[in-house]
């Protein structure tokens, strides 16, 4: 079955996980601004950084027959130092019309601290001057449920921001409800230890169903898997699902959110 990991660290892999992702089906990936394994030290690291996302990953996915598209933003994980956090912003708006570039993110909130909320808000403002769509980071473990309802409310709190142009990701069994009643998209990260496996994924679609939700690997510096959506597309055969229902959360659902776009210029494989 073909298939879009909508979130995908894919700086952090070696080239033959691209290999691997085309051989199990994946003709699309969305790969979000994050942290790199360190705090970086100027601007022009970020510019260094965001080039690297738009041109060379762009050209190297496409070597596998994956098309790439990827996010620009600040990181909550870097988001302490405002003064670094403010120059980065100011500057994303060169890159927005790069080819590929589907909006700001992956923004949000780490510790939930008063500087990752203040930068969070300044890139809110940045998507809705510029009418970009949105990717939410929200915090790992036992910080999440807080910090998700905090990033709602400030969602919530700024009209401009239309909540189907906004997903927010990493969402678990205690928030995924919280996400989709504001009517927000969210996305389920598959990772080997903590937010979700491929099996807890099914059970919340299960329970809450296939509309405005997809899955993604996250592949990033920490224990990952970059082919963890064939392994929730395989635990949903093995449940009985059909294929039209899998199909909508791996292929259709991120189509769909990243088609209000003009960058996202996806070519179905014939």
């Given at each position: 079955?073909?298939?879009?990991?909508?979130?995908?660290?894919?700086?952090?892999?070696?080239?033959?996980?691209?290999?691997?992702?085309?051989?199990?089906?994946?003709?699309?990936?969305?790969?979000?601004?994050?942290?790199?394994?360190?705090?970086?030290?100027?601007?022009?690291?970020?510019?260094?950084?965001?080039?690297?996302?738009?041109?060379?990953?762009?050209?190297?996915?496409?070597?596998?027959?994956?098309?790439?598209?990827?996010?620009?933003?600040?990181?909550?994980?870097?988001?302490?130092?405002?003064?670094?956090?403010?120059?980065?912003?100011?500057?994303?708006?060169?890159?927005?019309?790069?080819?590929?570039?589907?909006?700001?993110?992956?923004?949000?909130?780490?510790?939930?601290?008063?500087?990752?909320?203040?930068?969070?808000?300044?890139?809110?403002?940045?998507?809705?001057?510029?009418?970009?769509?949105?990717?939410?980071?929200?915090?790992?473990?036992?910080?999440?449920?807080?910090?998700?309802?905090?990033?709602?409310?400030?969602?919530?709190?700024?009209?401009?921001?239309?909540?189907?142009?906004?997903?927010?990701?990493h969402v678990e069994e205690h928030t995924v409800?919280?996400?989709?009643?504001?009517?927000?998209?969210?996305?389920?990260?598959?990772?080997?230890?903590?937010?979700?496996?491929?099996?807890?994924?099914?059970?919340?679609?299960?329970?809450?169903?296939?509309?405005?939700?997809?899955?993604?690997?996250?592949?990033?510096?920490?224990?990952?898997?970059?082919?963890?959506?064939?392994?929730?597309?395989?635990?949903?055969?093995?449940?009985?699902?059909?294929?039209?229902?899998?199909?909508?959360?791996?292929?259709?659902?991120?189509?769909?959110?990243?088609?209000?776009?003009?960058?996202?210029?996806?070519?179905?494989?014939?």
């Amino acid at each position: 079955m073909d298939y879009i990991d909508p979130h995908i660290h894919m700086v952090s892999r070696i080239t033959d996980d691209y290999e691997r992702l085309a051989r199990a089906g994946c003709v699309a990936i969305s790969e979000p601004a994050f942290w790199a394994g360190f705090d970086r030290g100027s601007a022009e690291a970020f510019r260094d950084y965001f080039r690297q996302l738009i041109d060379f990953e762009r050209r190297r996915a496409g070597q596998y027959g994956i098309q790439h598209y990827c996010w620009l933003c600040i990181n909550a994980k870097e988001a302490e130092n405002v003064e670094l956090a403010r120059e980065v912003i100011s500057m994303i708006p060169e890159f927005l019309n790069e080819p590929g570039v589907l909006g700001i993110g992956e923004i949000g909130l780490n510790k939930n601290t008063m500087n990752e909320s203040t930068i969070f808000l300044e890139q809110v403002d940045l998507a809705a001057r510029h009418d970009e769509l949105i990717l939410v980071h929200t915090p790992h473990l036992e910080d999440k449920y807080k910090g998700t309802r905090m990033i709602i409310d400030m969602l919530k709190g700024d009209s401009r921001i239309r909540p189907d142009r906004v997903l927010i990701d990493h969402v678990e069994e205690h928030t995924v409800e919280l996400a989709l009643d504001n009517g927000f998209w969210c996305g389920m990260t598959l990772y080997p230890v903590t937010k979700c496996t491929p099996a807890r994924s099914s059970d919340i679609i299960e329970k809450h169903g296939t509309e405005r939700i997809m899955v993604n690997s996250a592949g990033d510096w920490g224990p990952s898997d970059p082919t963890a959506v064939p392994k929730f597309i395989h635990e949903m055969r093995m449940r009985g699902h059909d294929e039209s229902t899998i199909r909508k959360i791996v292929y259709d659902n991120p189509r769909t959110f990243f088609a209000q776009t003009n960058r996202f210029d996806f070519t179905p494989r014939s």
